[in-house]
């Protein structure tokens, strides 16, 4: 497997790493070429537009904010460190990655804590992807959070660009990602940033390219980027086909916090991975990917209890069909 740098020292994801991250669908349809059926439930028609072309849309006040201080405070804890000390913020990392470009970049390992579970099982996070998807019958990915102290040196502020897919495939692969903001985000901090150009032109820019381009890391000459700005509490949904990364953090004093939500359609008859997902949350565990090591210490099976589902909750994980 090759493992490639940016320019900035800042390491994207490898062509098979992506796709082990960032799982596709077998949905049909190029989200972006959707004709609606289901009338919009929390995305505006504005907000339909922007998403369709630029590749993205921001869902405000998608949870309470009760719900985002308790999660904060609690990964934190998880994390055992103090959000008033900065000398805890850098603490080394308790397990290697096997995918190595994904050291240090403040993932957490924790995926089924009862607070994580109560963001995914809002109505108002499911209406957004019942939105996006124009279909009802949903799971949603089991992923983890992130806690991004400020980089202790500045380096290249640009960050990296990067797809989640392999833009030479065809048909395109069709996948959605979602980020909920726990802390703000903002020029500063960094975070994510994308180029909406090449979601909205994509054929056109590609026909300016030589044959042999690099279907996961974009030429950027003459093409800018787009930093977005988040409030705790706002969900950011992207389509796959956008070409994007990270910004870093210097802020010099202060975090970045997420959780990482996302749902595609349910694949029901898939018994394997319908039992895998429940065993999951049963038992309190970690997707078994190279993307996601665990935590060595089993923090969440130690400290919490099984999460409570709702009706939709049972939904969304498989324990229920649609």
């Known amino acids: 497997m090759n493992y490639r740098k940016e320019a900035d020292g800042e390491p994207a994801m490898p062509e098979t790493a992506e796709r082990d991250h960032h ?37 405000r006040q998608v949870v309470p904010q009760a719900n985002v201080d308790r999660l904060a405070n609690l990964l934190w804890k ?19 990655h096997k995918m190595k470009e994904l050291n240090n970049t403040g993932m957490l390992e924790i995926y089924n804590h009862q607070y994580l579970w109560d963001n995914r099982m809002e109505p108002h996070v499911y209406d957004a992807f019942v939105d996006i998807w124009d279909r009802e019958d949903l799971w949603v990915t089991i992923d983890r959070a992130n806690l991004n102290p400020p980089k202790k040196m500045k380096g290249n502020p640009d960050g990296f660009i990067h797809w989640d897919v392999d833009t030479s495939l065809d048909p395109l692969p069709i996948g959605v990602q979602g980020v909920l903001s726990l802390m703000p985000q903002d ?96 038992e309190q565990d970690h997707p078994r990917r190279d993307a996601f090591p665990g935590d060595p210490r089993e923090w969440e099976r130690n400290n919490s209890e099984i999460a409570e589902l709702t009706e939709l909750g049972e939904k969304l994980l498989g324990l229920k069909s649609w």
């Open 23 to 59: 799982p596709t669908t077998s949905h049909s349809i190029p989200l972006h070429l959707i004709k609606k059926q289901l009338p919009l439930r929390v995305l505006s028609q504005s907000d339909w537009k922007h998403w369709t072309t630029k590749g993205y849309v921001i869902v």
């Open 78 to 96: 998880f994390d055992e460190k103090d959000p008033n000390d900065p000398s805890t913020w850098y603490a080394p990392q308790r397990r290697e």
């Open 187 to 282: 020029q500063e901090t960094g975070g994510f940033q994308c180029v909406p150009y090449l979601f909205e032109f994509f054929d056109e820019w590609k026909a300016t390219q030589p044959a042999d381009r690099d279907p996961m890391h974009p030429d950027m000459s003459g093409l800018e980027r787009e930093n977005i700005e988040l409030e705790p509490g706002e969900l950011l949904i992207f389509n796959s086909l956008l070409a994007h990364g990270v910004r870093p953090n210097h802020s010099g004093h202060r975090p970045r916090m997420a959780q990482y939500i996302s749902m595609r359609p349910a694949e029901q008859n898939n018994v394997a991975e319908r039992d895998e997902r429940i065993r999951l949350w049963r």
